[in-house]
């Protein structure tokens, strides 16, 4: 099976490059049986990268043990959703999955490039099999993951997958990143094409919305979902803590939310061609830095890959994406010139430049805390890092700038809003903001940001009600409330839908600013039948029990949990420790009692050495739940933006 995996990413490979050289030849000479021909070969590209990874999925379900891989990243005793989890749990299988994600992305543009422009499609194609190609060499020359163990025998049990990793969190949080990091290269390739095409009207655009909100939505849900396996794994009580391989993949998630807002004004007004074309370009160029981050070992990190010798591979891809952009954008640069340009501070226009402007600053502080270690080394030749309170000075600042954005934007005339308007539309939410400011100060809450943050959070969503009962009241009035709406928000899906994912990060700036700002963070040791007290909670430590699995050897406590005030029984918690006997290594299986309210998060540090005592560590992380409620509206409101309108909608 192994042989059979390698020949089929072998007839990937040319595949790819010849969707590359012929599309460029079709594109030029406008030749369109050869276009036909890149097009079949970019969806039998998708079809070879499939069988090659079903083949190396076989082999660890097989454990089959000539396989290098299969032997490093899996063993007999392993579930078998951890040994598909596997194929991505090391670097040969990970930029596997990286290609065939990719692969399946040009196949399902070539499939629907029947009915797109045919100037523009050549290129685009060529493009799409260039980043197909780049990949599936690194996969085919660099990081094949059907090598053979050169050893006289074969080993009769693998490694097994780092403990961490075993989570069905790992199994699903890896996919959707590359989701959101390969799907990226869609818009970047229409991007590219219209640049060698000369076609720079707003065409590449409308064709890449949807693709750029699919790529935004699997990425947002991604990086949700790794942090939540943070946050239940590492036992640290957080989801986010600035770590390198983590703001790798934020970083295209910046750029990537600064183009789905700029591009509203290259279709209204005309304007932002150069910048919609560098924020694409950098938003994919971004994707494949992340991938250099995770696997050329410059930073440290528990989600990184081990070392290779295979970053210079990466960077050489990057310059050269970024020099052809800097040439077609130069040889381009008239056709890129705004026909119009920003008539009023007090406009629509400006609100979206300062918001990318915003967005560009976050992510230049987020990329000076991930390089700075990489930096000061090479300069001074001693590694100095930076911590979470940097990122947190820098950019909670900037983040509260956007949410203000956020309510103030859409409000906002084009053109010019005149000061009666401004008046009308934001007296009463910032009164009511206001307001809310005072009676938080008054209920003894503390600190000027997350009083800012839930001012703003208040601020916001006053404006979307606002601007919904605004509708409702233009748009058939005679109806009911609830058909009035429904009417509005089936004919302005695109517009209510973004109002809806705005919404949802204001929910997610709630649950965040809570959980950071009043969390409780206390370590105590308890005996069996002991009480610890902490808030309005009672903790009491009932057992201390092991057990042993053909896995792991595990260690629970059993701790009760009473109301501190009328002693009324809340649950149990339940959290472990874990020595995996494969790998050697301990882990904490953290217990957690989630309400609306707080969650209740239990670690078990470990035991005395009479095995009679547990220390514990306890966080209670207020609203946390509400983080991941805003996640799920916010993929909703992705839903609702994406699906397909009915003809005569409005956006």
Same mark, same amino acid.
């Given at each position: ?7 089929a ?14 599309g460029?030849?079709?594109?030029l ?7 036909l021909s890149?097009r ?6 998708a ?44 670097m ?5 999955l990286?290609a ?37 060499t ?13 050893a006289?025998?074969i ?5 097994g997958l ?42 590449w ?12 939505s ?11 396996w ?9 989801f ?6 983590e703001?790798?993949s ?10 789905l807002?700029s591009?509203?004004?290259q279709?209204?007004k ?14 994919y ?5 992340g991938?250099?981050l ?10 990184a ?9 990466? @960077? /050489?891809? !990057? *310059? &050269?994406?970024f020099l052809a952009?800097a040439?077609?954008? %130069?040889?381009?640069?008239? +056709? ?5 340009t ?14 990318? @402007? /915003?967005f !560009? *600053? &976050? ?8 390089? %700075?270690?990489?930096?000061? +080394?090479a300069?001074?030749g ?17 983040? /509260?700038? !956007? ?8 409000m ?11 008046r009308?539309?934001f007296?009463a ?22 009083i800012l ?13 606002a ?12 109806e009911s409330?609830?058909?009035s ?5 089936s ?9 809806l994912?705005?919404?949802?990060v ?10 950071m700002a009043?969390?409780t963070?206390?370590e105590f ?12 909670f ?10 042993d ?8 406590a ?12 809340l649950?149990s918690l ?5 020595f ?15 309400s609306?309210?707080?969650d209740?998060y239990l670690?078990?540090?470990g035991?005395?050495t ?10 209670i ?17 992705s ?13």
């Open positions: 099976m192994g042989e059979f995996g390698h020949f990413l072998a007839c990937a490979w040319f595949l790819a490059l010849f969707g590359f050289i012929g460029a030849y079709a594109g000479k406008q030749h369109d049986r050869l276009f890149v079949n070969g970019t969806m039998l590209c079809l070879c990268l499939l069988l090659s990874t079903g083949a190396l999925g076989y082999q660890f379900l097989t454990n089959d043990y000539t396989n290098q891989f299969v032997w490093q990243f899996s063993n007999a005793s392993m579930q078998a959703v951890y040994k598909i989890s596997a194929i991505w749990g090391g040969d299988g990970s930029m596997l990286w065939l994600i990719l692969s399946g992305a040009g196949a399902a543009v070539a499939y629907s490039s029947a009915s797109m422009p045919r100037s523009l499609m050549p290129w685009v194609l060529s493009i799409l099999n260039s980043s197909t190609l780049f990949f599936t690194v996969v085919l020359y660099l990081t094949n993951p059907f090598r053979y163990i050169n006289p025998f080993p009769p049990d693998g490694n780092n403990p961490l990793l075993q989570n069905p969190y790992m199994a699903v949080h890896p996919p959707m990143l590359y989701l959101g990091f390969t799907t990226y290269a869609v818009p970047f390739s229409f991007c590219m094409g219209a640049l060698l095409s000369n076609n720079l009207g707003n065409e655009l409308r064709l890449t919305r949807r693709w750029a909100l699919v790529a935004w699997f990425l947002t849900f991604g990086i949700a979902l790794g942090g939540h943070a946050y239940l794994e590492l036992g640290w009580g957080g986010w803590a600035w770590d390198p391989v703001n790798s934020f970083l295209p998630w910046i750029t990537g939310s600064a183009f807002h591009i509203m004004v279709e209204r005309n304007m932002l061609k150069f910048w919609n074309v560098w924020l694409i370009v950098l938003t160029g971004l994707t494949v830095f991938t250099f995770t696997r050329s070992g410059i930073v440290q990190s528990v989600h890959f081990a070392s290779t010798d295979i970053g210079w591979v990466f @960077l /050489l891809y !990057l *310059s &050269i994406m952009t040439a077609l954008t %130069f040889l381009r640069r008239n +056709e890129l010139r705004s026909s119009k920003i008539e009023s501070l007090l406009s629509r226009e400006a609100a979206f430049l300062v918001n990318n @402007l /915003l !560009l *600053s &976050i992510c230049f502080a987020v990329l000076w805390g991930v390089m %700075f270690p990489v930096l000061s +080394e300069i001074t001693k590694k100095q890092t930076i911590g979470i309170p940097f990122f947190n000075a820098v950019n909670v600042p900037l983040f /509260l700038a !956007l949410i203000a954005l956020m309510g103030l934007g859409p906002i005339a084009w053109r010019k809003a005149s000061t009666e308007s401004l009308r539309s007296l939410p910032f009164v009511g903001s206001f307001a809310i400011a005072m009676f938080l100060l008054w209920v003894g809450i503390e600190g000027f940001y997350p943050s839930y001012s703003l959070c208040f601020f916001v969503t006053w404006t979307i009600l601007e919904i009962h605004r509708g409702m009241k233009v748009h058939k009035p005679a409330a609830v058909g709406l429904v009417s509005l928000l004919r302005h899906r695109i517009r209510y839908g973004g109002y994912i705005h919404f949802g204001v929910v997610v700036t709630i649950g965040i600013t809570a959980s009043h969390k963070e206390v040791t308890l005996g069996r039948g002991e009480t610890h007290t902490q808030g309005r009672n903790l009491t430590l009932n057992s201390l029990e092991g057990f699995t053909q896995n792991y050897e595990a260690l629970k059993q701790v009760a949990v009473t109301s501190a005030k009328d002693k009324e029984a649950g339940e959290p472990e420790m874990r995996y006997k494969k790998n050697k290594e301990t882990t904490s299986e953290v217990a957690i009692r989630s609306l309210r707080e209740l670690v078990l540090a035991v005395d009479s095995g009679e005592r547990a220390a514990l560590k306890l966080f992380n207020p609203l946390q739940v509400w983080l991941w409620f805003g996640i799920l509206v916010m993929m909703l409101g839903l609702v933006v994406v699906i397909p309108q009915k003809r005569g909608s409005k956006v």
